[in-house]
């Protein structure tokens, strides 16, 4: 069974984490529905990296409970561009490939299935043409279709976004974004994105959940703008 019975992937109930005795993040309760778009903002600080860490499995709560109901395997992550995965000496058909592989189990070759995975992913984020290209070569926004087109290639369910936007020119974060909610339609994904990108949140995002160390607001996208002022 890949939800529970409400529907949900991904149960998260009155966790709180900490960094040695320091509490950042405090009783926090949500679920993620599946085939939705959960929005989680806040200022800088408020906690947002630091729950995504709780929820990848990265740091143990030190409070409450974390369940995903498909299996960890089934959960892709994509972050910030950064610079050392600009720098990685691989092409794009490798990363891609290296995605399809589940971690921990370590093959000395690629199935079959693993390479129609990872011609799908790629398909799915138009990134055939560079294939046998360096990753290092490309641009910032195709650089991340990579990466989100290595997350993917496992078929996960649910999709974990920390700020995937935040280092790329703007011109092209909506391009960016328009992927997610294709992957969204078109796989069925549950997506948890951390934003600071308002337009995108009153745009897609199902529910938002606001952090503040401790939950600000959990509910409806238009009730949140509500509450800010602004409208859908
Ligand atoms: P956000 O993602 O909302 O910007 P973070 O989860 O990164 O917030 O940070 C929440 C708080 O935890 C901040 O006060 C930050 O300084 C602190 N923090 C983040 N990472 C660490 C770490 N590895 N060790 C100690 N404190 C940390």
């Not at 903002?41 to 995504?52: E, F, Q």
């Not at 709560?61 to 992550?77: F, N, Q, S, T, V």
């Not at 308002?198 to 939950?215: A, I």
Request: net charge neutral; charged share 25%; proline share 3%.
């Amino acid at each position: 069974m890949n939800r529970n019975e409400n529907g949900a992937v991904l149960s998260v109930k009155d966790v709180t984490l900490a960094y040695g005795g320091r509490t950042v993040v405090e009783n926090v309760s949500f679920e993620l529905m599946k085939g939705e778009i959960l929005c989680l903002v806040g200022a800088n600080g408020s906690g947002k990296s630091t729950l995504i860490k709780g929820i990848l499995g990265l740091m143990p709560a030190a409070k409450g409970k974390i369940e995903l109901h498909c299996g960890r395997d089934k959960l892709a992550y994509l972050a910030q561009l950064n610079t050392t995965d600009r720098d990685f000496p691989a092409t794009v058909k490798e990363i891609v490939l290296s995605g399809t592989q589940t971690p921990g189990w370590r093959l000395p070759f690629y199935t079959r299935e693993n390479r129609e995975r990872a011609a799908e992913a790629m398909k799915l984020l138009r990134i055939e043409e560079f294939a046998d290209r360096r990753i290092g070569n490309l641009s910032g926004g195709q650089q991340q279709r990579v990466l989100l087109a290595r997350a993917i290639a496992r078929r996960p369910e649910v999709l974990v976004l920390d700020e995937p936007c935040s280092a790329l020119d703007p011109a092209i974060t909506g391009e960016l974004y328009g992927l997610f909610d294709s992957l969204r339609d078109s796989l069925g994904l549950s997506i948890l994105i951390s934003t600071h990108d308002w337009d995108y949140v009153s745009r897609s995002g199902d529910r938002v959940l606001e952090l503040h160390q401790e939950p600000e607001f959990l509910g409806e996208t238009g009730e949140w703008l509500k509450r800010k002022g602004g409208a859908r």
